[in-house]
Every structure is written in structure tokens, then in C-alpha cells.
């Protein structure tokens, strides 16, 4: 049995207060093992985002537990709950969500600078991974000088460098055309290959179809979960190529 | 928080301002004329002090000064008669009492002074003859610009020797040197032996030194004074005759310490209020200007740092709001640098190194724009200024303060915005 990435239990988000107070989420268990590639799907509404803004650490959930790679983080204060984003998840937003005002280099190097890491050795592991998703040679550029799929490659570039335990993204091909999508999607399952864990919310049922495990929400519950069972030959491929 | 990294921030904050140049400029503005006054300010009053402590070195620390005045005119006799007598100013016995009541007093120096016509050939002039001690020469400065000073050797042969002004010799229209040259002075003739230095009759010297023209003093020895033109001034007004006498036109008492020197003079004035009838002298201590011009100099201080501290405030205030717009615009920025493991004191350290820099860069140009003022105004005006280093190093860390307590306030509205907010914002 392989570890648990993420465990979600009994996760209720709750806006608000007294009679205006809007539950969102309802009680969610949901828990991810490591290697795992999972879509979540629902319509808008359905608490997708809330549950990103938990899992990803930006909010906490109003009642239930949450351990993300083995540490509880539901009840961390603001500064820890900085720290788990920094160390142990890496997002891939839909628009990108680089800083225009830094270059290509400057903008994968941000997680490492806010973790610490000597000048040097960030500059080689950020060279290294602008590198390995293909835009080695624009690493001095700024991102309005790119395209938007050039744009998602730098911002996964970013959201790999601290090797965090969790690849969060949302909608990561919305704003691309179809094309650079694939691309991007490609790089994705890439990842997935190479053993990370991933969870992906989309719109696209397309997309969707093509992940090992899909799980469904609507109105704050799961709906419907493809289960671990779609994910263990892959992992399996992993551990067999990794040894 | 290591060297390196604060480099780090710091370029950071720095290459944000650079990417608005025109409006950090202009944020910068009110703290380059804060920081420029507070410079100013500073330069002009050190300058003041330095030219106030020169000018008593100069009296003389220990020194105070007894001067005879001419009192308030009264009504004059109503004579007929065409001759008029005058009386007034200290007097022999005022300093034999002194001198012999007075514990404090370690040396005096009495002038004498007679208004006295002046022969050389056929020219005539009125002329200030003071009657002085060597001691007297030595103490004010009174050097001679060429030929020689007289000396105790000269006072004690009642030798009639004389020292004029640089001024004096061109009223003359002479051809002839100077030096040795001789002048008919109340019937005696003296010969010249030096020509003083202008350097030591500047404006302050001169009203302590009680001189009121500016080139026709001679110099005598005192002895020599006392036993040949004596001490009544004669002053022949179309058909009156007028004599004034005063005994003796100053008294420079010096105290055996600097910290007698008040209590001298309250002495003094104590003893000539018992001897006089009327306020026809004046004590002047050296020290005292030296209070009374540090009560202008407060004055003046208050009235700078005051123009300094609005300045200053409004520069604080102006980048403070500069700094909420920039936030309000790089909302985006902060909530991605928070999802991506910023903590709220690295967002409050970002925008503080961003407002400390720029008051930094502004005390800086303030600095430039004090100094180069300062100089200005010395070349325009006869203030005098002096710059120290440590009031570039006060002025900047004056500024940085400004940055950091201005910059607190949207550093930390910065840092407690919502991240997924400011993620989400456009």
C-alpha cells in the first residue's frame, strides 16, 4: 500500500456566520495516494475551488482533518500554513499567474527564495528545470514576451522546484488553444510517469476521460469516485521503472 | 535574515522604483526638501556657532569688558556762554576701585581715548587716539601688517610712537614709506612704526572694542597718552567751543577663571552703579553675546526643524499613499507570492526595503541638494556654514526612519490581504 499524499476527513468549510453563514463543503473524505493522478470534476458551484484553496493550503477547512503528506496542516497558523505552500505543493493556476515584472528565471527561482536556498544553488536547480521543459533559451525573458503555452511551461517549471509532494493546477490548459494544451496536458503525464502526485480540476470532460482517477463533486460532496484502483498499474509502471 | 538575502531585497526594492522613475521621483520630493533643510539647517547653525566661539576666543573668554558711553544727551546748561564742558565715562578712581575691591580680577587694561587733530604737512585729520597697554595689542589681535608693534620698552620710555590704520596713510596721500614717517598729534610729533592689519577690526571687534570709524584710530602707548595729550577732547563747533573729558574710554578687566567671569561682572556693575550717578558706561562680557546670539540660534533652530519635520512628514505622508496605490496594483503579485510560501513578514519586508529605499535614495538626493544650497547661500550672503559628515549620516538616517515608519502601515495592509483574494484579483 503505497503512502497517503493527501487525506481529507470529514472537511466542512463553512462562509460566514449566523443565518447568512453558506456551508460549502460538506463534509468531504477524500484521500490521495502518492503517484497518484487525480481530476476533480464538477459544475461550477459544486465546492471545486474551495476544496483547491484547502487541499492547496490557502484556507482552512472550518471542521474536519486534513494531513497532507503525513503532517496535520488543518489548524496551522498563517506562517506554517506559508510554509507547508512553499515546501510541499506546487501550483499551476489556469492564468499562469507569473510576475510580470520578473524574468522567466526570476519567477521559477521565487519558491526557492522564499525557502531559503542560498543564491547559487537556486540559480543551477531553476537553469536545470527552465531547461528540462524546453525553454532553456529564455530564461532571461519576461513573461509577456511568451506564449501563454511557454507561460504554463515556466509557471510548471516553478511549481516543481521546491519537489513538492503535491502538483496542484487548475484548469492548467484554459486559456490555451488547443495545441499548446496537449502540450501542456502532455507534460502532466509526464509527470505522473515520473511518480508525482497530481490533482487537476477541470471542466474539460475530454480531459478528464484521460486521468487514471476522476473524482466528481457537486454541491459541496463527492459524488462519484473512480477510486485508487485506475492509478495502481501506473504507479506500479513507476516502481518498476524507478528500480 | 543573512547579508545576502537582504542585498537581495533591498535590489529587489530598488528595481521596483526604477521601473516608475518619475513617480518615485516624485514621491521622493518631499523628503529631498526635508532632508535639504534639515542639512541646511544644520550647516547654518554649526556655522553660527563656530563664527560665535571664534569671535569670543577673539574677545577673550575671560574677559569683560567696561566701556565709556556718552549718556542720553541733557539739556544743556542754558549759558550763553560759548564754552561747554562735558564729564562723563569711567573715571580714574573707577579703576583704582576695581582693581583694588574686585577679588576676581587678575589683569586690567585701561584706554585712554582723544579725539585729536591730526597733522602730517599741511593735511589735516580728526583722528581716534587710543592710548593702549602692549598687553592690549597682544589680547585683541592688533598685529601690524608691517613695521613693528610697540612694546612695554616703549610704554616705559613714554616713547612717542604710533600705529595707524592701512586707511589712514591713503587719506594721507603720501608718497613717502610709511614706516617712520612722522605725525604732529596735539602738538607732539610721533612716528609711525606700523600699519595695523584690517583682519583684526571686523564689525563684531569693533563694537566691543567700542572703535566707531573704520579707519582713522592711532595707536599710542598708554604712558605716552596720559602725559602728553591727556584726556580732555576738544571739539570746536562753529563758535562754541566744546570740551569733553573722559578719564578713561575702556576697561578690560580679565578674571583668573572662565567661570568668574559672570560673577565679575554683576560685581562690576555693582561697584560702577555705586560710583556713577548716571549710566554713562556699558559691560560687555564676551560670553554673554555667546548666550544671547545661542537664544537667536534657537530660535532659528526651531523654526528649521519645524520647516524640516513638515517636510519630512509630508515626504512620509506622500509615500505612504504612493506605496497603498502600488499595492493596491500589485495585489496579484503579493497573492502569488503568497501562494507560492511568502510569509506575511516577507511581504512586510519587501515593501518596507521598498519604502526604505526610497526615502534612502531621496535623503541622498536631499543631501546633494542641501549641501550644494548651503553653498549657495555662503556665496551669496556672508552666513557662514559648516558641513560635517555626520549630518549626511543623520540626514540618511533620518530619511530611513521616515521610509520605515510610513512604510509600515501599507507594508503590513500588504501582507494581510487574503491571499486567495489577491490571488483572484485583475
New interface residues.
Given amino acids: 500500500m503505497a503512502r497517503k499524499v493527501l487525506e481529507l476527513d470529514k472537511i466542512v468549510k463553512t462562509y460566514g456566520a449566523g443565518d447568512s453563514a453558506l456551508t460549502v463543503l460538506h463534509g468531504l473524505d477524500i484521500q490521495v495516494e502518492e503517484g497518484e493522478f487525480v481530476g476533480i470534476v464538477g459544475a461550477s458551484g459544486s465546492g471545486k475551488t474551495t476544496l483547491m484553496n484547502i487541499v492547496g493550503c490557502l484556507d482552512r477547512p472550518t471542521s474536519g482533518e486534513y494531513c497532507l503528506n503525513g503532517e496535520d496542516v488543518a489548524h496551522l497558523d498563517d506562517d506554517r500554513l506559508s510554509l507547508v505552500r512553499n515546501r510541499s505543493i506546487g501550483f499551476v493556476f489556469q492564468s499562469f499567474n507569473l510576475i510580470a515584472q520578473l524574468t522567466v528565471l526570476e519567477n521559477v527561482e521565487l519558491p526557492l527564495f522564499y525557502s531559503r536556498t542560498p543564491r547559487r544553488e537556486r540559480h543551477k536547480r531553476c537553469l536545470d528545470l527552465v531547461e528540462a521543459v524546453g525553454l532553456g533559451h529564455r530564461t532571461e525573458h519576461y513573461p509577456t514576451q511568451l506564449s501563454g503555452g511557454e507561460c504554463q511551461r515556466v509557471a510548471i517549471a516553478r511549481a516543481l522546484v521546491n519537489q513538492p509532494a503535491l502538483l496542484l493546477t487548475d484548469e492548467p490548459t484554459g486559456n490555451l488553444d488547443t495545441k499548446n494544451g496537449e502540450e501542456v496536458l502532455e507534460i502532466f503525464h509526464d509527470l505522473h510517469a515520473q511518480g508525482r502526485t497530481i490533482l487537476m480540476v477541470t471542466h474539460n470532460a475530454e480531459i478528464a476521460s484521460g486521468l487514471p482517477r476522476v473524482i466528481e463533486m457537486r454541491d459541496g460532496m463527492v459524488l462519484k469516485d473512480t477510486g485508487f484502483g485506475t492509478g495502481t498499474c501506473v504507479r506500479g509502471a513507476v516502481a518498476g521503472g524507478s528500480s | 535574515m543573512g547579508l545576502?538575502?537582504f542585498f537581495?531585497v533591498v535590489a529587489l526594492g530598488v528595481?521596483?522604483l526604477l521601473?516608475n522613475k518619475l513617480r518615485s521621483f516624485l514621491t521622493m520630493l518631499g523628503i529631498i526638501f526635508g532632508v535639504a533643510s534639515v542639512i541646511a539647517m544644520l550647516s547654518v547653525g554649526a556655522g553660527a556657532r563656530h563664527e560665535i566661539l571664534s569671535r569670543i576666543q577673539e574677545l577673550g573668554v575671560r574677559n569683560v569688558i567696561i566701556n565709556s558711553v556718552k549718556p542720553p544727551e541733557e539739556i544743556k546748561p542754558d549759558t550763553t556762554d560759548t564754552q561747554y564742558k562735558d564729564r562723563y565715562g569711567l573715571t580714574f578712581a573707577d579703576a583704582d576701585y576695581i582693581a583694588e575691591v574686585i577679588p576676581t580680577v587678575e589683569n586690567m587694561l585701561r584706554v585712554n581715548r582723544i579725539t585729536q587733530r591730526l597733522w602730517y604737512g599741511s593735511k589735516r585729520l580728526e583722528a581716534s587716539v587710543l592710548g593702549v597697554e602692549p598687553e592690549y595689542l597682544r589680547m585683541f589681535g592688533l598685529e601690524s601688517g608691517r613695521g613693528r608693534v610697540f612694546t612695554e620698552v616703549d610704554a616705559n620710555n613714554y616713547a612717542k610712537v604710533c600705529l595707524v590704520r592701512r586707511g589712514l596713510v591713503a587719506q594721507l596721500e603720501t608718497v613717502e614709506d610709511p614706516i617712520g614717517m612722522w605725525l604732529q598729534i596735539g602738538g607732539f610729533p610721533f612716528q609711525v612704526i606700523g600699519i595695523l592689519d584690517d583682519a583684526a577690526f571686523r564689525s563684531h571687534t569693533r563694537k566691543a572694542l567700542n572703535i566707531d570709524s573704520t579707519t582713522q584710530e592711532v595707536y599710542i602707548p598708554y604712558e605716552t597718552s596720559m602725559r602728553t595729550l591727556g584726556t580732555v577732547t576738544l571739539i570746536e563747533r562753529a563758535g562754541s567751543q566744546e570740551f569733553t573729558q573722559v578719564d578713561l574710554d575702556q576697561i578690560v578687566v580679565t578674571t583668573k577663571h572662565e567661570d568668574e567671569v559672570l560673577r565679575t561682572s554683576q560685581m562690576l556693575g555693582a561697584a560702577l552703579g555705586k560710583l556713577h550717578d548716571r549710566v554713562d558706561y556699558e559691560i560687555v562680557v564676551p560670553l554673554e553675546l555667546l548666550k544671547q546670539s545661542e537664544e537667536t540660534q534657537r530660535v532659528f533652530n526651531l523654526v528649521m526643524i519645524l520647516i524640516a519635520s513638515i517636510s519630512l512628514l509630508v515626504g512620509g505622508i506622500g509615500i505612504a499613499n504612493i506605496m497603498l496605490a502600488t499595492i493596491t496594483e500589485r495585489t496579484?503579485?503579493i497573492?502569488?507570492?503568497?501562494?507560492?510560501?511568502?510569509?506575511?513578514?516577507?511581504i512586510v519586508l519587501q515593501f518596507l526595503a521598498e519604502t526604505t529605499a526610497i526615502a534612502a535614495i531621496g535623503g541622498l538626493l536631499g543631501c546633494f541638494v542641501g549641501i550644494v544650497g548651503i553653498l549657495g547661500i555662503v556665496e551669496l550672503t556672508n552666513w557662514k556654514a559648516v558641513i560635517a559628515p555626520s549630518y549626511v549620516m543623520l540626514s540618511l538616517v533620518i530619511s530611513c526612519t521616515v521610509g520605515v515608519v510610513f512604510g509600515i502601515f501599507p507594508a503590513r495592509r500588504a501582507a494581510q490581504m487574503d491571499?486567495?483574494t489577491a490571488?483572484r484579483f485583475e
Fill in positions: 545576502g538575502r537581495e528595481k521596483n521601473r496579484k503579485e497573492g502569488i507570492r503568497r501562494a507560492l510560501g511568502a510569509r506575511r513578514r516577507d491571499p486567495i490571488l
